[in-house]
Structure formats: C-alpha cells, structure tokens
C-alpha cells in the first residue's frame, strides 16, 4: 500500500509552547489529508479535513485558532497546536488519499506529551 | 453515516481463522464497508472494502450478506501478529472521503 509518514513520531514539549507535526505522502499526491486525535484505551477521533490550497474543515468541538492545519502542497500537510496545555498531550494521527473515492493510508502517530 | 456495532473483544486460536462480524443496518446504497486495524501505538491498516459483493485479498475476505445490513471480516489463518483493534467503517463517495472510527474489535490471537 501506500506510504505516509510523520514527524516528529513523539516529542515533548513545555506548556505554553507550540508544536509543529508534520505529514507526508511519499508515493502517492494526496488531494485530501486528514488529521485524528486518539486518547489511550479510546477509538481515534477525526479533529479536521484538510485540501491541498484551501482551509480545513474542522469537526464540531475542535477549535481552529488552537489546531492550525496547512496543507500546503499534494504531499505535505502540518498540524501545529497552538499554546499546547497538558490536556493536549495525546497520540495525533494523519491519513492521506488521492481522492474521495479511494482508500485513506495513514501515517504512524505522533506521540505529544506537554509537561 | 451509517453506524457500525462490532463486539467489543474476540480471541482466536494462533493459525485457525478469525471471523469479525460487523452490523450495520442502516448503510446507504452509496456506501461502502471498510476495514482497517490498529496494532498498539501505531496508525491504523488498511485491510479491505467493498460494496456488495464479496472481496479478497492477500491479507482477508470480507463476506457482505445479500441485504448489506451486515458483514465479515476473516482472516484465513490467524497469526500473533494479527492480535490488533479491527474497525469496521461505512462510507459513501459523497462524504468528502471521512473515516468515522467506532469502538471496533479487540482481537487477540493466542498460541
């Protein structure tokens, strides 16, 4: 299958700072991209959608102004969370696919621990 | 979309074959069933779609009844490495591509 990457795969960072996770298509262009938040023991939890040259669309609940999402070319998307507070220590997870009807391949996580 | 009920965990014995049911009655003509699953602390494997008829690839087959309100996932000879959380995932070509994760099957396979 296809391969998506991210990096950092974990980091840790001081309250109060921001932290930039960076994801990848390496063999394929990715129109859309998808970022996910997963909390231990929970199911993953799809925070926005992302298109190449436009604005994400956020899911209800997920707020914009502290998640911010470029998707700035056919194989790189970033999510940079904003003023990172212990609560938003968790495992954040992107997908990418070629098109709407084609299947989502999804990057490794990143492991973000705010202390 | 529709929604999904899977048991919340299943075993299986190390080489005979895992079968993950998936209810979902209310799927929509336009949707598909998709499979993926997640070993511990890694992102999430695609494993298999379809929409009406049966699939299969190198890593399963999925089974979807005649009326589409359920199907299944096997997987023809379990091994160790498959023990992992399956979801199963409807979706329609006219959802801008979204996954919705449910709870999914806790599956361990044991020596």
């Known amino acids: 299958g296809a391969v998506v990457s991210q990096h950092p795969s974990r980091v840790i960072c001081k309250s109060g700072t921001s932290v930039k996770i960076e994801c990848r298509s390496l063999d394929f262009q990715a129109t859309t991209m998808f970022w996910y938040r997963q909390f231990p023991k929970k199911s993953l939890m799809l925070m926005a959608t992302s298109n190449e040259g436009s604005k994400a669309t956020y899911e209800q609940g997920v707020e914009k102004d502290k998640f911010l999402i470029n998707h700035a070319s056919l194989t790189l998307s970033t999510l940079t969370v904003t003023s990172a507070h212990p609560e938003d220590s968790s495992f954040y997870i992107c997908?990418?696919?070629?098109?709407?009807?084609?299947?989502?391949?999804f990057g490794p996580g990143t492991r973000l621990t705010v202390t | 979309d529709a929604k999904t009920t899977q048991p919340t965990s299943m075993d299986c014995a190390e080489g005979r074959a895992a079968n993950l049911p998936c209810n979902h009655s209310?799927?929509?003509?336009?949707?598909?069933v998709y499979w993926y699953r997640q070993i511990h602390s890694q992102g999430p494997q695609y494993i298999i779609h379809g929409l009406k008829n049966n699939e299969t690839n190198e890593m399963a087959s999925l089974i979807i009844t005649e009326d589409r309100k359920s199907s299944t996932l096997i997987l023809p000879h379990a091994t160790l490495r498959d023990t992992a959380v399956y979801y199963c995932?409807?979706?329609?070509?006219?959802?801008?591509?979204?996954?919705?994760f449910g709870q999914g099957t806790e599956l361990s396979v044991k020596p």
């Open positions: 997908s990418a696919q070629e098109g709407s009807q084609y299947e989502q391949y």
């Open positions: 995932i409807v979706r329609g070509d006219n959802q801008g591509g979204k996954l919705i």
């Open positions: 209310t799927i929509s003509g336009n949707e598909y």
